[in-house]
């Protein structure tokens, strides 16, 4: 990309320093809109299990906007066309990737937008922007969408093997130290290039995608859906539903105008997104949530209470954790027990007592576009084709665990 004159200079801890050129980039970084991003953590709350990872949103998105700059530098040199115009829209398409996300980000999606995916508010949010900044950003939907005729500009934005992911390896592994999160992003890179307009990686290049694929399967487990992290995040979700209940049954509860806003929203899966929702959604980030949980743990309401109180002071709910499903018989010895101890109903008690499954797939074979190898003799194949690892196919198979969540001996003692 032809570098305007001036730029700004981040010091990045994952990638060093990020060169962010002045005119619309930077424009859009400064936007209040964009800013919100810093106070949206990266993995919501694994923090509660590796206390480095209190890195934000904002961080990621620089970080992959810088990657993407990286290879798109790395594909002109070998010949593939792209112009200012369209390396800077590309750039704006992965940098504006996150926006839609909300409060600890995929925890409370489904609580707070209410069956809207962070991804359609992502592009409502480019829109509302766009219209502020009189369709600069027309380009850079077009790339983020697939619209656009330069196909393998959106994959790198959003594929099996676009930036944001290359990012987040890295990035995540940094912070936790969970060290199997480490990818040659600089090489994978670096052996990308075209062909039908696609993006393919050189063959010298597999082995490096190979990796790519294990450490994403094994952070999932460690981190991503690490016991601990997935009973933080439910009591979340449960803390969150029950403040809702109330809400609507009128019973006294602390509240704000942003959380009675979002409550009171009906299910936005078949609904446009309108002004006042954005206006009010980019006012909400982690900080609210935390506020309100710090309210609620003197909530009359014994289950608001407990929920907040035990979540505040890092005292989690226990996980089991196999690999079929948990019986209806299961559920209810233990809510019998909540239900003896708080003299609370039985609906009350499933916010201390729920199951529910997680999934892990490392790649997804036929249903997205493959990643995708050039051999020597100029022929493609997938990855799981090309690769000499016997069982790199296993990847693309889902592995489904059942957990069942339920507070220890001491969870429910004040």
Known sequence: ?????????????????????????????????????????????????????????????????????QALTALRSKGVEVTDEEFEGTLLAILLHDIGHGPFSHALESVILQ????????????RYLNKKMGGALDLAIKIFKGD?????????????????????????????GVVEGLVSADRIIKTLDVRNNRLVVELKGIYSVENFLVSRRLMYWQVYLHRAVLSAEYMMVHILERARELMYAQKNIWTNDLLEFFFRQNALMHTDVNDETIQNFIRLDDEDILYAMKQWRFSDDKVLNVLCSNLLKRSLLKVKLQNEPFSREEVMQEREKVMKILKISETEASHFVFKGDVSNLAYMQGKEEPITILNKDGSTSDITEASDIRNIDALSRPVVKYFLCYPGPDFLKK
């Not at 930077?26 to 800013?35: A, F, N």
């Open 148 to 176: 656009y005729p330069k196909f393998f500009l959106h994959q790198l934005v959003s594929s099996q093997l676009d930036m944001d992911r290359m990012d987040y390896l890295v990035r995540d592994s940094y912070f936790t």
């Open 115 to 126: 069956g809207l995916h962070h991804e359609r508010m992502s592009m409502a949010i480019m």
């Open 1 to 69: 990309m032809k570098k305007l004159s001036g730029s700004k200079i981040i010091n990045d801890p994952v990638h060093g320093f990020i060169e962010i050129p002045k005119g619309i980039i930077l424009d859009l970084i400064d936007t209040d809109v964009y800013q919100r991003l810093r106070r949206i953590r990266q993995l919501a709350l694994s923090y509660l299990v590796y206390p480095g990872a209190v890195h934000s949103r904002f961080n990621h998105c620089i970080g992959a906007m810088h990657l993407t700059d």
